[in-house]
Each structure stands twice: as C-alpha cells, then as structure tokens.
C-alpha cells in the first residue's frame, strides 16, 4: 500500500510565496514522474506542474517563471514552491506520483488535496 501526504498549504497575500510538499510512503519500488494538480470552485482540475523522472519539469503558461517543482528521490517527495502568487491562484493543489510497487505495475497515487488562498 502506497499514501502520500501532502502539506504547506495556507493563506497568503497577492505577491507572496508558499512551499507545498508531498511525500510517499509505503512498498515502494520505483517512482517515476510526479505533478502537482490544482482545482478551483467549478472548475476542473488542471496540471501546474509536472517533473520527469530524470528531473525535467515542465510547466502551463499560466504558471511559467512563478512556480517551481523539484524532487527528491532519495525521500520519495515532491515539492512546489509558488512565487508571485496571485488570487487566481486560489484552489486546492493536489500531487500526483506514479509508482510501482514490488512485482507491481506503475499507478497513479493522489495525495489529499492542500488549500491554498491567495488574498487580493
């Protein structure tokens, strides 16, 4: 059984920073990408950012330059660090790891969902 556990969420003024984290525990044999999802009030959920095993991050534009994600393979934990916040931003961020198991295929795993506020 794999769970991963989110944190670093919260309130924040327009123009301010947060560092979400989201780590894995359990029979893990191999981690391959991770994301970070994010969904407004009636909207659908959306990708933010996503990283590559071998480390390459990619971005929608409507994040692009503010916001950050890096890993750390030796913990199993994936970070988003959100710059320049705005209150668009505003939803709770998800993370999103595929793993394997040993003797398992890869699956998707969700953490529980972080809130995080911006404030004008």
């Known amino acids: 059984q794999v769970q991963l556990v989110e944190s670093g969420g919260g309130l924040v003024q327009a123009g301010g920073s947060l560092r979400l984290s989201c780590a894995a525990s359990g029979s893990i044999f191999r981690v391959y990408a991770m994301s970070w999802y994010r969904q407004a009030p009636g909207k659908q959920r959306e990708l933010v950012a996503h990283i590559t095993s071998g480390g390459g991050p990619n971005y929608p534009d409507s994040v692009k330059g503010r916001f950050t994600i890096s890993r750390d393979n030796a913990k199993n934990t994936v970070y988003l660090q959100m710059n320049s916040l705005k209150p668009e931003d505003t939803a709770v961020y998800y993370c999103?790891?595929?793993?394997?198991?040993?003797?398992?295929?890869?699956?998707?795993?969700w953490g529980q969902g972080t809130q995080v506020t911006v404030s004008s």
């Open positions: 999103n790891q595929r793993i394997a198991g040993y003797g398992l295929v890869p699956a998707d795993y």
